[in-house]
């Protein structure tokens, strides 16, 4: 069974410049997950989704961060416009919605703003 | 605010040592608990979970501790090899799905 799939890998732009991760979840997940890793640091949950549902985007800076998951299945998130700061590993993980739910991770997205 | 943090942020082991990974968090309401493994350029990697209502839980090799009293949490590694070497996370499930993760405990096994 695949696992969850991210694209692409690794990702250098410049500042202001926008950017999107793609995200394809564990066939039959409904639950999709959007995480921010600093180097050093543990995953911060930014949006949530149950199916096409963000139920938790609490954590998401709504000025330049976007996110949808259209048909409850793939994901995008895009940043627009960029900045320094936001440079990171983007990981997107999904679990089977059910109440403590193990979450499955992918590789991430590793995107360097200059 | 409340989270789950790690008490050391690097561990070095002998091969064939036992490692021992320890986590305090803070959130007394949460009752379930993951231990993932991250290795470098991958992401977080499912290791072992417990439940508030259980102290032990062993998996191969790996045995997690919950100690609700003190709001502590341990991972225990057997006969440490050199592919354990990694990033181990607690993490925290709070009611609702939402995962708190700690800073995390570098493992350096030494040959």
């Known amino acids: 069974e695949a696992g969850v799939v991210q694209s692409p890998r690794y990702k250098i732009i410049e500042k202001k410049q926008p950017v999107a991760f793609w995200c394809n979840p564990i066939s039959g997940h409904n639950t999709l997950y959007w995480y921010l890793q600093n180097l050093g640091q543990g995953p911060e949950l930014l949006i949530r989704?149950?199916?096409?549902?963000?139920?938790?985007d609490s954590q998401l800076p709504k000025d330049r961060f976007s996110a949808e998951r259209l048909k409850g299945v793939d994901s995008t998130l895009k940043i627009q416009p960029a900045e320094l700061g936001d440079s990171a590993v983007y990981l997107c993980?999904?679990?089977?919605?059910?109440?403590?739910?193990?979450?499955?991770f992918g590789p991430g997205t590793r995107l360097l703003v200059l | 605010g409340e989270s789950v943090g790690l008490h050391l942020p690097t561990l070095s082991v002998q091969e064939g040592d036992n490692s021992i990974i320890n986590c305090a968090y803070s959130n007394s309401a949460s009752d379930y608990f993951i231990w993932y493994k991250q290795e470098s350029g991958k992401g977080p990697q499912f290791i072992i979970d417990?439940?508030?209502?259980?102290d032990k839980r062993q998996g191969q090799r790996v045995t997690v501790l919950l100690n609700k009293t003190v709001k502590h949490l341990s991972l225990q590694i057997a006969a440490t090899q050199p592919g354990d070497s990694a990033v181990y996370f607690c993490?925290?499930?709070?009611?609702?799905?939402?995962?708190?993760f700690g800073q995390g405990t570098e493992l350096s096994v030494k040959p």
């Open positions: 993980a999904s679990s089977s919605g059910l109440q403590q739910e193990t979450q499955y």
């Open positions: 417990i439940r508030s209502n259980m």
């Open positions: 993490a925290e499930n709070i009611w609702g799905g939402k995962l708190i």
């Open positions: 989704y149950e199916n096409e549902e963000a139920v938790d």
